[in-house]
């Protein structure tokens, strides 16, 4: 009975706004990704170079990418190795 | 009249401009069509007007005007923005004195030209003359992002972004934020319109902290959805002179908070209606 009574009262159903929120905070990272290719071009410069400090990578071929799926955005990045620094490892 | 004289009286007194410190010019824009930037334009004016200040509104939805209509000037149009902006008349040939107050004057926009009637240079040298002119330039944006968008942030010193709490809108509303600064307009404010209570209420609307938690700007004010701005929009009469309208006392505070004053955010809370009384009473709430 109670159960019938908070369903016509509405208090099963999930907020929309909730859904509304989730769907704009994914669409919102594709959106100003997109605005900006710039920003992403300078964090895979950043990237390079980061990375270049412990292993030789082959930048040619180097992916990067922001992927999505239902409900989560990812930066995705490919990154051929080539060889890795040795005297790196020998400083530490 | 007499309302009309006085606050031109007023004018003279309080902020004693006459071609000495430079006005400013606001644009309102949104991305999203009908979001209500005309209503709000009209309003801020028309606000800024009763506070004492003079004011030009600047209708830049070249083919689409409704600025006029909206201020119920639509009879008094002879010369447009394009008239002006190619030099086919003077500014103050083409500027329509508001029927209410004399500091108030509107730029009707041209009906049957297109967008790429004006360019955004001749926008910022419009929007100089203005600031010589008056406290107070308001800049009615089209919808898109387009050359329509780029003529009316042209010579904008501030921007306000209007949206309403619906995905689309919202998305939008970054959208321009982001091409705002680009365009160097930094810091817009936003304006949350036709915010539903009872709708937010039960979760099913996006609140406002929703809403700056992902755009991530300054409020500047929040809107109800109210019947009332359908009513004075039918008169042609701004909704922020009637005491008795709610978005029009949110308008008058929008006003107030263009002038620098804090003002707290209006009270939108719904009266606890017959539904709430059952629910806490069977536990629910
Ligand atoms: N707070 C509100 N409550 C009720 N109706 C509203 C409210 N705000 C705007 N409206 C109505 O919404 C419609 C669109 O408003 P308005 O013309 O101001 O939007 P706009 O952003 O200028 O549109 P456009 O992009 O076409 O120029 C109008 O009919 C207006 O009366
Ligand atoms: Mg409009």
Same mark, same amino acid.
């Given at each position: 009975?109670?159960?019938?009574?908070?369903?016509?009262?509405?208090?099963?159903? #999930? +907020?929309?706004?909730?859904?509304?929120?989730? !769907? =704009? $905070?994914?669409? /919102? %990272?594709?959106?100003? #990704? +997109?605005?900006?290719?710039?920003?992403?071009? !300078? =964090? $895979?410069?950043? /990237? %390079?170079?980061?990375?270049?400090?412990?292993?030789?990578?082959?930048?040619?071929? =180097?992916?990067?990418? /922001?992927?999505?799926?239902?409900?989560?955005?990812?930066?995705?990045?490919?990154?051929?190795?080539?060889?890795?620094?040795?005297?790196?490892?020998?400083?530490? | 009249?007499?309302?009309?004289?006085?606050?031109?009286?007023?004018?003279?007194?309080?902020?004693?401009?006459?071609?000495?410190?430079?006005?400013?010019?606001?644009?309102?824009?949104?991305?999203?069509?009908?979001?209500?930037?005309?209503?709000?334009?009209?309003?801020?004016?028309?606000?800024?007007?009763?506070?004492?200040?003079?004011?030009?509104?600047?209708?830049?939805?070249?083919?689409?005007?409704?600025?006029?209509?909206?201020?119920?000037?639509?009879?008094?149009?002879?010369?447009?923005?394009?008239?002006?902006?190619?030099?086919?008349?003077?500014?103050?040939?083409?500027?329509?004195?508001?029927?209410?107050?004399?500091?108030?004057?509107?730029?009707?926009?041209?009906?049957?030209?297109?967008?790429?009637?004006?360019?955004?240079?001749?926008?910022?040298?419009?929007?100089?003359?203005?600031?010589?002119?008056?406290?107070?330039?308001?800049?009615?944006?089209?919808?898109?992002?387009?050359?329509?968008?780029?003529?009316?942030?042209?010579?904008?010193?501030?921007?306000?972004?209007?949206?309403?709490?619906?995905?689309?809108?919202?998305?939008?509303?970054?959208?321009?934020?982001?091409?705002?600064?680009?365009?160097?307009?930094?810091?817009?404010?936003?304006?949350?319109?036709?915010?539903?209570?009872?709708?937010?209420?039960?979760?099913?609307?996006?609140?406002?902290?929703?809403?700056?938690?992902?755009?991530?700007?300054?409020?500047?004010?929040?809107?109800?959805?109210?019947?009332?701005?359908?009513?004075?929009?039918?008169?042609?009469?701004?909704?922020?002179?009637?005491?008795?309208?709610?978005?029009?006392?949110?308008?008058?505070?929008?006003?107030?908070?263009?002038?620098?004053?804090?003002?707290?955010?209006?009270?939108?809370?719904?009266?606890?209606?017959?539904?709430?009384?059952?629910?806490?009473?069977?536990?629910?709430?």
């Amino acid at each position: 009975m109670l159960e019938f009574i908070s369903r016509i009262l509405g208090k099963e159903t #999930a +907020s929309s706004k909730s859904l509304a929120k989730e !769907r =704009l $905070r994914l669409v /919102l %990272v594709h959106d100003r #990704a +997109s605005i900006s290719p710039a920003m992403l071009n !300078r =964090l $895979r410069e950043d /990237l %390079v170079q980061v990375i270049s400090n412990y292993m030789e990578i082959d930048e040619t071929a =180097l992916e990067f990418n /922001l992927c999505q799926d239902e409900r989560d955005v990812a930066l995705v990045a490919n990154i051929p190795v080539l060889k890795m620094k040795r005297d790196y490892a020998a400083k530490c | 009249m007499v309302i009309a004289a006085r606050v031109v009286e007023k004018n003279k007194e309080l902020c004693g401009k006459v071609g000495q410190t430079m006005g400013e010019v606001i644009v309102v824009t949104s991305g999203k069509g009908g979001v209500g930037k005309t209503t709000t334009s009209a309003n801020i004016g028309t606000g800024l007007a009763q506070a004492g200040f003079s004011v030009v509104l600047v209708d830049t939805d070249i083919g689409l005007r409704n600025l006029d209509v909206v201020m119920g000037l639509e009879n008094r149009i002879v010369y447009d923005l394009v008239d002006v902006t190619s030099e086919n008349c003077r500014l103050k040939q083409a500027l329509i004195k508001d029927k209410r107050f004399a500091n108030l004057h509107l730029l009707p926009a041209a009906q049957t030209k297109d967008k790429t009637a004006v360019s955004p240079e001749q926008m910022k040298a419009l929007a100089e003359e203005l600031k010589k002119e008056f406290d107070y330039a308001i800049i009615d944006c089209p919808a898109g992002i387009e050359q329509g968008f780029r003529n009316a942030i042209a010579g904008a010193d501030r921007a306000v972004v209007v949206c309403t709490p619906e995905v689309s809108s919202v998305r939008d509303a970054d959208r321009i934020i982001g091409l705002l600064e680009a365009a160097d307009l930094k810091n817009p404010k936003l304006i949350i319109n036709r915010i539903r209570p009872q709708m937010v209420k039960r979760g099913d609307m996006m609140d406002i902290d929703d809403i700056l938690d992902i755009l991530a700007i300054d409020l500047i004010g929040v809107v109800p959805e109210d019947e009332s701005i359908v009513v004075s929009t039918n008169r042609g009469e701004p909704c922020v002179m009637d005491k008795n309208s709610k978005a029009g006392e949110a308008y008058r505070r929008i006003t107030k908070r263009i002038q620098g004053e804090e003002v707290p955010l209006m009270n939108l809370d719904v009266p606890e209606g017959f539904m709430d009384k059952i629910k806490k009473l069977v536990g629910l709430r």
